[in-house]
C-alpha cells in the first residue's frame, strides 16, 4: 500500500464549476499535509498548508484535513482555466525535526478547466 | 531573486554515461532535496542534505550519489546512467519552515 494516494484524474472541467481534489494516506505521524500546484514543465509551487486537522480558506480555494479518516481535500471555487496544472498533495511528519522535512507527495491531478 | 537553479533543463544521456545535475540556491536554506518526477508517480525523494556535509539517502537512492560541500550547492551524480533513470529531477530547498521552494527541473533521457 502506497503512503499516499491520490486519484490521478485527469479531471476536465467548465469554468466556474466546484473541483474537489483528494488524498488518503496511510502513516499517522504526518502532521503536515500540503497542496503544490505544478504548470506544465515547471517546478511545483505550494499553494497551501494546514498543520493536523482542519480547515484553511484562501479565496477561491479551501484544503480539508480529516486525520481520523487519513483523508485530504482540496476544494477549488469558481474554478478559471488558469487554474490546469497538476496538483500535488504531500505531507511530511515534521517541518525539521528528525524527519527532516521529507516530503511524501501523491499521484498528482491533472486538472483541466475550459472557457 | 534567483531560488533554486537546476542546470542543465535538458540532457540526453547514453546508457553507461555519467553525469552531473546542478542545483544552486541563494536563499541560505539549511535544507536541500533531490526528487524524481516519473509520470503519473508523484514526486519521489533520491537524497536530502540537512546542511554542508550532511546527507542522506531518501527512498530511491540507488544509481545516485550527492555531495554538499556548500549551503548552496546540492549536485546529484549519476554513475553509469540506465534507461530506468529517465525522468524529471528537482532539487528543492527549505528553511526551517514548512515551504519548499523547486527549481525547474531538469528533463534526462538515457537511451
Known amino acids: 500500500q502506497k503512503e499516499v494516494e491520490q486519484d490521478p484524474g485527469p479531471l476536465s472541467v467548465p469554468e466556474g464549476a466546484i473541483v474537489s481534489l483528494n488524498c488518503t494516506y496511510s502513516?499517522?505521524?504526518?502532521?503536515?499535509f500540503m497542496w503544490y500546484r505544478q504548470y506544465s514543465r515547471k517546478g511545483p509551487e505550494l499553494l497551501m498548508y494546514t498543520y493536523s486537522s482542519g480547515n484553511k480558506e484562501d479565496g477561491r480555494f479551501t484544503a480539508q484535513v480529516d486525520k481520523s479518516s487519513k483523508y485530504i481535500s482540496l476544494f477549488i471555487r469558481d474554478s478559471q482555466p488558469s487554474d490546469s496544472a497538476t496538483y500535488l498533495c504531500?505531507?511530511?511528519?515534521?517541518?525539521?525535526?528528525?524527519?527532516?522535512?521529507?516530503?511524501?507527495f501523491g499521484q498528482g491531478t491533472i486538472l483541466t478547466v475550459h472557457p | 531573486n534567483a531560488g533554486v537553479t537546476q542546470t542543465p533543463k535538458f540532457r540526453i544521456l547514453k546508457i553507461g554515461q555519467s553525469m552531473t545535475l546542478q542545483c544552486t540556491q541563494d536563499m541560505n536554506h539549511n535544507y536541500m532535496y533531490w526528487y524524481r518526477q516519473d509520470p503519473g508517480m508523484g514526486l519521489k525523494l533520491i537524497y536530502y542534505?540537512?546542511?554542508?556535509?550532511?546527507?542522506d539517502k531518501g527512498e530511491v537512492p540507488n544509481g545516485y550519489n550527492v555531495s554538499r560541500s556548500t549551503t548552496e550547492d546540492f549536485p546529484l551524480r549519476l554513475e553509469l546512467a540506465a534507461p530506468s533513470q529517465t525522468s524529471v529531477y528537482f532539487c528543492?530547498?527549505?528553511?526551517?519552515?514548512?515551504?519548499?521552494?523547486f527549481g525547474q527541473g531538469t528533463r534526462l533521457t538515457v537511451v
Open positions: 504531500a505531507m511530511s511528519a515534521d517541518a525539521g525535526g528528525t524527519s527532516y522535512g521529507k516530503l511524501t
Open positions: 502513516n499517522s505521524a504526518f502532521q503536515y
Open positions: 542534505s540537512v546542511g554542508a556535509g550532511i546527507t
Open positions: 528543492a530547498s527549505r528553511p526551517g519552515q514548512i515551504e519548499a521552494f
